[in-house]
């Protein structure tokens, strides 16, 4: 085999692995959009926020997340770096994967959901953990109108 085809056939397999995570993202996150701020990335955002930097089917597999929480357990993996730019610095986390590190799926599944609830703002978070739809909102209450203060002046004693 060549080294040409075993390129085409890795970039086969992360190109399926892109298009899973993409799709799970977009079906999976009130308010996930795709936004390609570069040539050779097609990412997930939220309120054009985004939450997830992936390559592009055909390019070497790459994500970047946003990892509040797990960025330090992620660090300690041999195929990931803190994100270039700044961004290590606030918790992103880069991952590069070669046919000999195929991506664990879930695990980049999981570090989208963490991603997305540190960028999404909080009304849409709510409707992650309720389902996605919107909960219904509360019928106004009627208004009361205030009682009207009178005057009294007080009789004065002669």
């Known amino acids: 085999m060549r080294v040409h085809d075993t390129l085409q056939t890795m970039s086969r397999k992360t190109d399926a692995v892109l298009k899973e995570l993409r799709s799970w993202g977009l079906s999976h996150f009130p308010g996930a959009h795709t936004k390609s701020p570069w040539p050779g990335h097609l990412d997930l955002a939220v309120n054009d926020k985004t939450f997830a930097y992936l390559s592009i089917e055909g390019e070497p597999f790459g994500i970047s997340c946003k990892l509040p929480r797990t960025s330090g357990m992620a660090l300690m993996l ?62 106004a209450k009627a208004k009361v109108p205030a009682k009207k203060k009178t005057n009294v002046t007080k009789s004065k004693k002669r």
Not at 91 to 102: I, L, N, R
Request: hydrophobic share 30%.
């Open 78 to 139: 041999p195929f990931c770096k803190p994100t270039p730019y700044g961004l290590g610095k606030s918790g992103w986390v880069s991952a590069s994967f070669d046919d000999k590190t195929p991506p664990d799926v879930d695990m980049l599944k999981a570090w989208i959901d963490e991603s997305y609830r540190a960028q999404a703002p909080k009304k849409l978070l709510k409707q992650l953990e309720g389902g996605n739809t919107p909960p219904p909102k509360a019928p």
